[in-house]
C-alpha cells in the first residue's frame, strides 16, 4: 500500500492553509524576488512547496530559487528525484556538495560509521556534509523557505511562519499548520513526484546511514537518528546558534 493510500485525506480547512501556503509563497518571493531559496530535503513536504512555487510561477526569472544538498550519503531514490524536478517543472536545481577533501580526511580519521559513535561525531558529520555546504547555499541570499511542520515532531511543534533564522536572514516555513494529511491529499491531488522510500514508511528522509523506518505510533522522525535522545535530533540546519540544543526557533506566527 502506498503513502496516497494510507494518508492522503481531505481534512476541514485544507482550502484555507492552502491558500494562506500560497500566500506566504508570493509575500516572500515578492520581498525577497533574487535573493531567496528554496533548501529541499527532496521529502515529501518539500516536494509539495516546489509543486506550488512552479504551480504559481514563483520559481522563474526573480524569483524563489530551488536548491537542496547533495550530502554523499542519500538514497539513490532521493537523488532521482532531481532531474525529475527538472523535468516535471521546468526549474533548475542547484546542488551544493561538501568539499571533498574534508569528508575524505573525517572518514580516514573517524571511519564511515563515525555517526553512531558518539552525537559529537555526528554532529561533525553534518556539519561537513550539511552545514557547510548550507552556508555556500545561502551565501548573498536574504531568505529561504523550508517544510516545517508543526506535526513532524516535539520540537517543532510551534514553528512560525516566518522568523529570523539568527544569520540576518528570513526564513519562511509555509507548511507550518499542514497535517500529514494534507500533505499526501495534495501530493494525490496534483500528482506530485516523491520519494517512494516514503511508501517504506519513511516520513522522514535524510541520509542512508542515519534513516529507517518507523513503526505504528511512532513520532514522524523517530526513523531520524534513532539511538539519539530526541531533543537531539537535529542536525544544525534549523537550529539557532543562540538556542538551546535540540530547540527551533519560534519568531512570528500566522495572523
Not at 20 to 31: D, G, M, Q, S
Not at 228 to 247: I, N, Q, R, S, T
Request: proline share 5%; with cysteine.
Amino acid at each position: 500500500m502506498s503513502a496516497i493510500d494510507l494518508y492522503a485525506r481531505k481534512t476541514p480547512g485544507f482550502e484555507d492553509r492552502l491558500a494562506h501556503t500560497v500566500a506566504v509563497l508570493k509575500e516572500a518571493a515578492a520581498a525577497h524576488g533574487g535573493r531567496i531559496v528554496q533548501s529541499t530535503s527532496l521529502g515529501v513536504e518539500d516536494m509539495v512547496l516546489t509543486d506550488l512555487i512552479a504551480r504559481h510561477s514563483l520559481g522563474r526569472d526573480k524569483g524563489i530559487a530551488i536548491a537542496t544538498l547533495d550530502t554523499g550519503m542519500l538514497h539513490a531514490e532521493t537523488l532521482a528525484l532531481i532531474p525529475r524536478i527538472e523535468q516535471r517543472y521546468g526549474l533548475a536545481v542547484e546542488v551544493f556538495k561538501p568539499v571533498h577533501e574534508s569528508v575524505v580526511h573525517f572518514v580516514a580519521t573517524n571511519g564511515k560509521d563515525a555517526m553512531y559513535q558518539s552525537l559529537e561525531l555526528r554532529k561533525a558529520c553534518c556539519g561537513l556534509r550539511k552545514m557547510e555546504p548550507l552556508a555556500r547555499m545561502m551565501a548573498g541570499r536574504s531568505a529561504w523557505v523550508t517544510g516545517l511542520r508543526r506535526e513532524q515532531s516535539n520540537t517543532r511543534a510551534v514553528v512560525p511562519f516566518s522568523e529570523e533564522d539568527g544569520q540576518g536572514r528570513i526564513k519562511f516555513n509555509p507548511l507550518a499548520d499542514w497535517s500529514w494529511n494534507d500533505v499526501w491529499h495534495h501530493v494525490a491531488t496534483n500528482d506530485v513526484p516523491y520519494n517512494p522510500l516514503h511508501d517504506q514508511f519513511m516520513p522522514s528522509i535524510g541520509c542512508a546511514p542515519c534513516t529507517r523506518a518507523i513503526a505504528v505510533g511512532e513520532d514522524f522522525r523517530a526513523g531520524r537518528w534513532w539511538w539519539e535522545d530526541e531533543k537531539a535530533k537535529e542536525c544544525g540546519l534549523h537550529v539557532k546558534e543562540d538556542a538551546p540544543e535540540g530547540a527551533v526557533s519560534m519568531i512570528g506566527d500566522r495572523p
